[in-house]
């Protein structure tokens, strides 16, 4: 286990390093600013250890690089921009655990092959880029993905072949639980922004991400609504929305999420009926806690109008026709109901007012109505006079 600062680190000689991993160490310090002699890393692993300060400027040289896991330390200051504009080729960014500040970089969204970006448990504001949906890796289900296996040659060799290989790996939260990925790293697309202090509504944009299988934006200051369309999140295995202060009705689109096998949308203030799929159902009442206004199943608190059997259970089948009727009768039914009556009448009407003929004959037409309605009633009422008359 190595310990003490790395300034000494500037005078390595060779600058064929591609793959430097210090991870799980007592190092401490500050980053030395002599990375551009190393412009051929691929793999920067440093976590865990008390290395402190911000990240140095000289990364930004490091054009080749695929995988720079800094999480579990000290680092401290704002997310640099020229990671996106300058690291072009990064797969993996992992900075969670330390004392980020400030806002996230719109120039993340330039990281077209990101698949992993872990910000969590940092001290980051403001609001959540929303051309995080440009990111080509996480939004494409037919980008090719690979395992992030590399191979490990002797400098002093001249044999091509390596002498081993080198498989990247990463502790990461999944499904509420963290997990060592090394082979399947490559396959793996989270986004963990959780523990921070992000404000604002989650982007709609974000259901644009069809090939992410990890989305935590728990412990945040995150309001509004669930994005309505959050159901296109086809390959969406866990999503934990927890402990933010989002409103109003979980979309229906939530019983697209066929993949989903982990939730957690407690402590919020959702409202309404728990959308009605299998997926949904399965999840324990713990994933809906905290928020009062929910109602229906998996919650034992019966949704207003729910008929419920003699055993205390909600009737299912009237529960399906309720939301059958729910679903027919929209916000277009009401507008084509309305568009539909005023379409009606002004063609009744406004034929009346233009054509002089029509007129004539319409008021005719009642006026007769009326003296054949006088006249049958005065004779119903001569005859009934007459029959009271013999009968006396």
């Not at 140095?56 to 579990?72: C, D, G, R, V, Y």
């Not at 934006?217 to 402990?243: C, V, W």
């Not at 919650?299 to 207003?304: A, G, K, R, S, V």
């Not at 027919?328 to 054509?355: A, D, E, M, Q, R």
Request: aromatic share 10%; proline share 5%; with cysteine.
């Amino acid at each position: 286990m190595f310990s003490g600062f790395i300034t000494s680190f500037c005078a390595t000689p060779s600058t064929m390093l591609t793959i430097l991993d210090l991870s799980s160490n007592l190092l401490a310090g500050t980053l030395p600013d002599c990375w551009g002699r190393f412009q051929s890393l691929v793999i920067l692993n440093l976590a865990k250890n008390n290395l402190s300060g911000s990240i140095p400027k000289s990364f930004a040289t490091l054009q080749e690089i695929e995988s720079i896991n800094l999480n579990s330390n000290n680092f401290s200051g704002t997310l640099p921009a020229w990671v996106g504009h300058n690291l072009r080729q990064l797969m993996v960014l992992r900075l969670e655990a330390n004392k980020f500040n400030g806002n996230i970089p719109t120039s993340l969204c330039n990281l077209l092959f990101l698949q992993v970006l872990d910000l969590s448990k940092n001290n980051i504001s403001g609001r959540i880029p929303v051309c995080l949906s440009g990111i080509i890796a996480l939004s494409n289900t037919t980008f090719s993905r690979q395992t992030m296996v590399y191979p490990i040659h002797d400098v002093g060799l001249t044999d091509p072949d390596p002498i081993q290989s080198f498989n990247d790996k990463a502790m990461l939260e999944w499904k509420g639980q963290n997990q060592e990925y090394e082979e399947n790293l490559g396959f793996m697309t989270i986004i963990d922004l959780s523990c921070n202090q992000l404000i604002g509504e989650i982007p709609k944009s974000i259901s644009i991400l069809a090939a992410l299988a990890g989305l935590n934006l728990s412990r945040n200051n995150l309001t509004g609504f669930i994005p309505y369309n959050i159901g296109h999140m086809k390959m969406l295995e866990s999503l934990d929305l927890s402990r933010n202060h989002l409103y109003g009705r979980m979309p229906a689109s939530f019983s697209n999420l066929t993949f989903l096998s982990y939730m957690d949308l407690s402590f919020n203030n959702l409202s309404g009926k728990i959308p009605q799929s299998t997926q949904i159902q399965t999840f324990d009442a713990s994933a809906y806690k905290g928020n009062t206004g929910l109602c229906g199943p998996p919650l034992p608190n019966h949704c207003p109008g729910d008929a419920v059997s003699p055993n205390g259970r909600v009737d299912k089948n009237s529960v399906e026709e309720d939301g059958d009727e729910d679903e027919l009768i929209t916000i277009g039914f009401y507008i084509t109901l309305g568009f539909g009556f005023c379409v009606g009448f002004w063609s009744v009407c406004g034929t009346l007012i233009i054509k002089s003929s029509w007129r004539r004959a319409y008021f005719q037409f009642f006026n007769n109505m009326n003296d054949c309605i006088c006249v049958t009633l005065v004779v119903l009422m001569a005859r009934m006079k007459r029959r009271f008359q013999v009968q006396d």
